[in-house]
């Protein structure tokens, strides 16, 4: 199975306004472990690309059951 990193990011302007973010590994994040050990810098370099958004909670594996703001 292969590990995505899911991420829930909101508007600094508008912490209400908050939209669910995916990322893929490839094939060498194959643990939840190893997951947890990238996410941080994965989500540190997509923070400092997008600095109107913050990154409000995260979780590593499947995709979420729903497409709203549940992790």
Known sequence: MLYGLYFLTCMVANPTHCVMRVHHFGEEI????KCLSVAQAQMSLWQTA????????????????????RI
């Open 50 to 69: 997008h600095a109107r958004w913050r990154v409000a909670r995260f979780r590593c594996g499947s995709p979420p059951k729903d497409d709203g703001t």
């Open 30 to 33: 194959a643990t939840p472990q």
